[in-house]
């Protein structure tokens, strides 16, 4: 029993770091070597028939290049009070900040990301010096006899 306990734990921990790890590397990435330019024409509501209890708002853009699209935020890309109908937004490639309206803004979720994925490369840590390879290699063993 105390052998699936230690299986079932370690397991548990390094899917949740690797888990955390992904999302949070991923999303720093990302934001920090994208560019983007844009003023927000319109906003609108889209909601999910026949209930409209799931609502998500997108915004009609109009980029640098004169070219209009729809625009959905991914998660935690602006801070709640952004984009604003008629704002212009610009990001240059490599930081964490946005001009917006000509003022200078860090993206707001950085320290939040960082913290995140240092608590994953722990939980990573963690599980390795837990004995996590050693619990792997032989529960599966378990399978081979």
Request: overall charge neutral.
């Amino acid at each position: 029993m105390e052998k699936v306990t230690r299986f079932v734990f370690t397991t548990m921990l390094l899917a949740i770091a690797l888990i955390a790890f992904s999302i949070c590397s991923w999303r720093i990435i990302t934001t920090f070597i994208s560019t983007d330019g844009f003023a927000v024409t319109s906003v609108h509501q889209v909601c999910e028939q026949p209930l409209n209890n799931r609502c998500v708002t997108h915004y009609v853009v109009i980029h640098k290049d004169g070219v209009q699209h729809d625009f959905l935020p991914f998660g935690y890309q602006f801070g709640p009070d952004y984009p604003r109908e008629g704002m212009f937004y610009s990001k240059d490639s490599l930081g964490f900040s946005y001009s917006i309206n000509g003022a200078t803004e860090q993206w707001p979720y950085l320290w939040q990301h960082v913290a995140v994925l240092v608590l994953s490369i722990t939980g990573l840590l963690g599980w390795y010096f837990a004995g996590g390879p050693r619990v792997i290699r032989e529960w599966l063993k378990g399978f081979k006899a």
